[in-house]
């Protein structure tokens, strides 16, 4: 299972520090992170934030067999 929950613009507001939605849908932007405009604000997913950073989705046979071992 890959770890993409959600994250909605009130949890994006803590992570960031910013106020107001369009401060942070900028900021994450800024950042590389791909964000979605809902009808509550910006929101993103934490696979879509790890990407940003350089970090690939785990597959399947990684979380299987992290050692890559088959």
């Given at each position: 299972?890959?770890n993409?929950?959600?994250?909605?613009?009130?949890?994006?507001?803590?992570?960031?520090?910013?106020?107001?939605?369009?401060?942070?849908?900028?900021?994450?932007?800024?950042?590389?992170?791909?964000?979605?405009?809902?009808?509550?604000?910006?929101?993103?997913?934490v696979?879509?934030?790890?990407?940003?950073?350089?970090?690939?989705?785990?597959?399947?046979?990684?979380e299987?067999?992290?050692?890559?071992?088959?």
């Amino acid at each position: 299972m890959s770890n993409s929950a959600v994250l909605s613009c009130e949890d994006l507001k803590a992570i960031t520090g910013y106020r107001r939605a369009g401060d942070v849908a900028r900021c994450l932007r800024e950042q590389g992170v791909r964000v979605f405009h809902g009808r509550t604000g910006p929101w993103t997913t934490v696979d879509l934030i790890n990407q940003a950073g350089g970090l690939e989705p785990r597959t399947d046979t990684e979380e299987l067999n992290p050692r890559n071992v088959l």
